[in-house]
């Protein structure tokens, strides 16, 4: 049973895991086999992938899970942001630098939605500032 850490690229992961690192070109699981993870640790990595691949992401992480395995993952919620910067509690400098050094920023009940589809059920979810994580299970 694997522990997976997907991290961004040149950032560590946590010892006893496995790394795999989200570079520009993608994601490579190619070394996982189909249902081999107990967990894959993703937190604060919907952000680093372009909007439109996000689904074929979780996918992937999904299809790496074995049953009963979890994966926790998350990022900024778009939703939270503008929020914030319509009753002046984030101006809008900070809200640009925020979404504009990410590849995407979506909100939680869509990346939960896009994990409901592939069948997996959603454990818990939290927020801390501007951010989710939400974790599933298979």
Known sequence: MKKIHVVRKDEE???GYEKVEITPEGINMTAISPNEC???LASDIVDTIPTHDVPNALGLFASKL???GSLVTGGFDINLISRAV???DLDTQSASEMICSQSSCL???TVKNILKS???KIKSTTYEGFK???EATR
């Open 107 to 109: 909100d939680m009940d």
């Open 118 to 120: 592939l069948q997996l």
């Open 66 to 68: 074995r049953i009963g």
């Open 13 to 15: 992961s946590i010892e």
């Open 132 to 134: 989710y994580e939400i």
């Open 38 to 40: 107990s967990l894959i």
């Open 86 to 88: 319509v009753r002046g």
